[in-house]
């Protein structure tokens, strides 16, 4: 069966400080994945999406994820967080064909001035 | 573009009324979705039309649950009689041209 799995349902970091937000899937063929941000009060944004080639892919905000097929991953990465980017997190695999989602349940992120 | 625009961005109403919210879709999108957001389940796909046909509604939890698309541009779900447990936020998005979704505002549903 489809499925996302976000391990991490809070995570605190410092401002300055690198951050990895880890996605796990469970999907049998090649997956489109993405990473939404939600802040509160609001929609979902959309901050990166990986459909094929290069399995580093670079997102809005600073961002980037990284798909490694062996380990069914796509981690999200950012070198320095910034006190706005403090929300929730989401990562979602997209089926082919039906274009319908999975999400994960979410990271809740915090960060400390 | 404005994105999806949902209406009315917050909604209080009482255990057995009517609840209709809409949604407006981004010009040119194909699929729409109707999402529900509860902190206990999290993210839940309720339905989604494509080209304003129903494709699969296994998401609806009840038969108080409905929703339509008379156009491209407009789409409605229904909750009739609302409870108290419908008390949510429903989002709405499009699936972009490659094959992301574009979410809306939501709409935050209390039911008392």
């Known amino acids: 069966a489809q499925s996302v799995t976000q391990p991490d349902i809070h995570i605190t970091v410092s401002e300055g400080a690198s951050l990895e937000l880890r996605c796990n899937y469970s999907y049998g063929a090649t997956p489109y994945l993405f990473w939404y941000v939600q802040s509160p009060g609001q929609g979902l944004q959309l901050l990166l999406k990986y459909f094929s080639g290069d399995t580093l892919v670079q997102g809005i905000k600073g961002f980037e994820a990284e798909f490694k097929r062996s380990q069914s991953s796509f981690n999200l990465r950012k070198p320095s967080v910034h006190w706005s980017d403090a929300a929730e997190y989401f990562c979602a695999v997209g089926t082919s064909g039906t274009y319908k989602y999975i999400f994960g349940t979410g990271t809740r992120l915090k960060v400390l001035a | 573009d404005a994105g999806v625009i949902q209406s009315p961005r917050h909604e209080v109403t009482e255990m057995g009324q009517e609840v209709t919210l809409r949604c407006k879709p981004i010009?040119?999108?194909?699929?729409l979705f109707w999402y529900r957001q509860t902190m206990m389940r999290g993210l839940e796909l309720l339905i989604y039309f494509n080209n304003n046909v129903p494709i699969d509604d296994s998401g609806m939890p009840e038969d108080r649950f409905s929703a339509k698309m008379p156009n491209a541009s407009f789409s409605t779900l229904k909750i009739q009689p609302s409870e108290p447990r419908d008390s949510a936020v429903y989002f709405c998005a499009t699936r972009g041209f490659l094959n992301e979704q574009f979410f809306g505002p939501g709409t935050r549903l209390t039911v008392l």
């Open positions: 010009s040119g999108h194909d699929y």
